[in-house]
């Protein structure tokens, strides 16, 4: 009798169909990490150390981790401020379509064309510019591109998107009788969604946060862009770069990336970390 | 259940709406700024441009050589796409349906790259791949793009292969259909709709990508996005109109499959890993 396949059944080779996935990862993904860790400890002088040696030595080296929190955290932040109570407002929408849709389009488009758009749009004669000083808010144009706001905004503009899909998905997650228990007792609006909704929301919180993070760290076309790649905006993926391929010191560039890569997992080991310390269980509710 | 609305939670409402509003607006604006620019004859100092053409369109073809570009990027897209469908719809059924020792390991190797971001993996791949003599070339590009790709098939793959109960497959081998019959007449029909919205995911995350593509192209191996970043970098040389020309191409490559796929999945399943898999 052919046994239905369960997820227990003895192995027959169907496991096998994996195996061409996790060769092809393991040749481009985990091989050349390993290697550019290798290379980072084999410098073109000095000791195996000297690459990030010299990277904390060089304000215009270890500055860009400043440069780029400064830029990833802030805008994580206010990207996660403002996704949570759109996201609990449109979670009651019926029609959510549209909207997403609409939401949708910057992250398909992609950074550069956002920068790009950006450029002429909050550009001194740009619309953005035009409609401040129209509605007398300003009375000479504001200096937002080739600086750090220039930067920010295109941040904003594809982050906030992403931050706010996210963390929709995980609002529509939560039963709604969960918090229709909680208006039943007499809970106003700001108790039910501080003593319900966050403490459900705050293991999906951390992960939106996490993704929408990892995303602005590593800014790269729009700093160049949009930013003033040599000041302000000087991220480290522009100094991971312009050792690659401008100095072609592919080990000194590998060690940037590892750092790069040190930060993020030490940004989210740490919020990790303290989602660990939240509410864990069902969000379903029912008994249990 | 109907609540007393307040005045202060219909003010709260009424905020939030405004900010997505504006939010959608000043979007809206940037993308209209690109397109208004590309068919502007002069626009300097004005709401709108003094007179309309279409004549950047003919330049920013031949400046930048666009027939070229384009057939790279549908090169490269094509490759992309093929091969993450080939390699990844196998490797997210086994996933799906079997416990094998070192899954977890697999599973772990499938999500890792989809989180860490291209920059810091990219540049150690094109060291590997400058030195193994792929870079600059299509092949280099393709391989930098299935290390987000074959994951994102499989990923997105798996709740589809879940939801088809195991006793269709069970029953098909009772009636004697061989492996080939189950995988053509079962299987094949039932995953289509998410094979096919994996790979249209797929298509459209590759035409945006922009970091990868541009750590592993040399001259002959841009994509569109990566030709459209050193036009805008090289800002200055080449009239304002003809770069936003040449975005517009970009924007409608990407947003005919865009909307094709959005079809067949919802705009969140963009982003996120969908709780539900679609029917």
């Given at each position: ?21 996790a ?7 985990l ?18 150390l000297?690459n ?6 060089d304000?215009?080296l270890?500055?860009?981790i400043?440069?780029t929190?400064w ?19 449109v ?7 549209l ?21 002429t ?16 808010l ?6 937002l ?7 920010f ?7 906030f ?10 609002v ?25 909704i966050?403490?459900?929301?705050a ?16 800014v ?19 100094a ?11 080990s ?5 990336a ?17 989602r ?13 | ?9 219909r ?11 504006l ?26 441009p ?15 050589q ?7 990027t ?9 091969i ?23 599973m ?10 291209p920059i810091?993996?990219?540049i ?11 870079a600059?070339?299509l ?5 930098a ?14 709740p ?11 029953a ?6 061989g492996?080939?019959r ?10 289509a709709?998410?094979v ?11 035409l945006?990508?922009?970091?990868l ?15 459209l ?20 191409i ?18 969140t ?11």
């Amino acid at each position: 009798m052919a046994a239905a396949p369960s997820a227990r059944a003895p192995f027959d080779g169907v496991a096998l169909l994996a195996a061409p996935a996790a060769l092809i990862l393991c040749a481009l993904f985990l091989y050349p990490f390993a290697y550019g860790l290798w290379l980072s400890f084999v410098p073109a002088a000095g000791g195996a150390l000297a690459n990030y040696r010299k990277f904390f030595a060089d304000p215009f080296l270890y500055g860009t981790i400043a440069t780029t929190l400064w830029l990833a955290l802030p805008v994580t932040l206010l990207n996660l401020a403002v996704a949570v109570p759109v996201a609990m407002r449109v979670r009651l929408m019926r029609n959510q379509r549209l909207l997403t849709t609409i939401l949708v389009l910057p992250i398909t488009l992609g950074v550069v064309l956002i920068a790009q758009g950006l450029l002429t749009y909050l550009g001194p004669q740009g619309w953005f510019n035009r409609a401040l000083m129209t509605l007398g808010l300003v009375s000479h144009p504001v200096r937002l591109v080739h600086d750090y706001w220039g930067v920010f905004l295109s941040l904003f503009l594809t982050g906030f998107p992403f931050t706010f899909l996210l963390t929709l998905s995980h609002v529509s997650g939560i039963d709604p009788a969960l918090e229709q228990a909680a208006a039943t007792l007499g809970a106003n609006a700001r108790q039910r969604f501080l003593a319900v909704i966050l403490p459900l929301l705050a293991p999906g919180l951390a992960i939106a946060f996490c993704l929408s993070f990892v995303q602005a760290f590593s800014v790269f076309p729009s700093a160049i862009l949009l930013g003033a790649p040599a000041g302000p905006t000087r991220v480290i993926s522009i100094a991971a770069y312009q050792a690659a391929f401008e100095d072609f010191d592919y080990s000194m560039a590998s060690a940037i990336a590892m750092l790069m890569g040190g930060v993020q997992l030490a940004i989210i080991a740490a919020v990790l970390g303290l989602r660990g310390l939240a509410y864990r269980g069902p969000a379903g509710g029912g008994k249990g | 259940m109907r609540q007393r609305q307040t005045l202060s939670s219909r003010l709260w409402a009424a905020g939030i709406w405004l900010l997505v509003a504006l939010f959608v607006l000043n979007l809206t604006a940037v993308i209209a700024t690109v397109i208004v620019s590309s068919f502007a004859t002069r626009w300097l100092g004005t709401w709108l441009p003094s007179g309309w053409t279409v004549d950047w369109y003919a330049s920013a073809w031949s400046e930048f050589q666009l027939a070229d570009v384009l057939t790279t990027t549908f090169e490269v897209a094509s490759f992309v796409v093929l091969i993450s469908g080939l390699v990844g719809a196998p490797a997210a059924y086994a996933l799906a349906r079997r416990d094998f020792p070192g899954k977890k390991l697999v599973m772990l190797l499938m999500l890792t790259p989809l989180l860490a971001p291209p920059i810091t993996y990219g540049i150690p791949l094109a060291t590997v791949l400058y030195s193994a003599g792929f870079a600059g070339k299509l092949s280099g590009v393709v391989m930098a793009n299935l290390v987000p790709s074959v994951p994102f098939v499989v990923l997105v793959l798996i709740p589809f292969v879940e939801q088809i109960d195991p006793k269709i497959e069970g029953a098909a081998r009772v009636f004697g259909a061989g492996t080939f019959r189950l995988f053509w007449h079962i299987l094949m029909p039932l995953l289509a709709p998410g094979v096919l919205a994996a790979l249209l995911l797929v298509l459209v995350r590759t035409l945006a990508m922009f970091e990868l593509t541009f750590l592993t192209s040399g001259p002959t191996s841009q994509t569109l996005v990566v030709a459209l970043y050193y036009a805008v970098f090289a800002a200055g040389v080449r009239p304002e109109q003809s770069i936003n020309a040449m975005a517009v191409i970009f924007m409608l490559t990407s947003m005919v499959w865009l909307v094709v796929a959005l079809r067949f999945v919802n705009p969140t399943q963009i982003v996120a890993r969908a709780r539900k898999a679609p029917a």
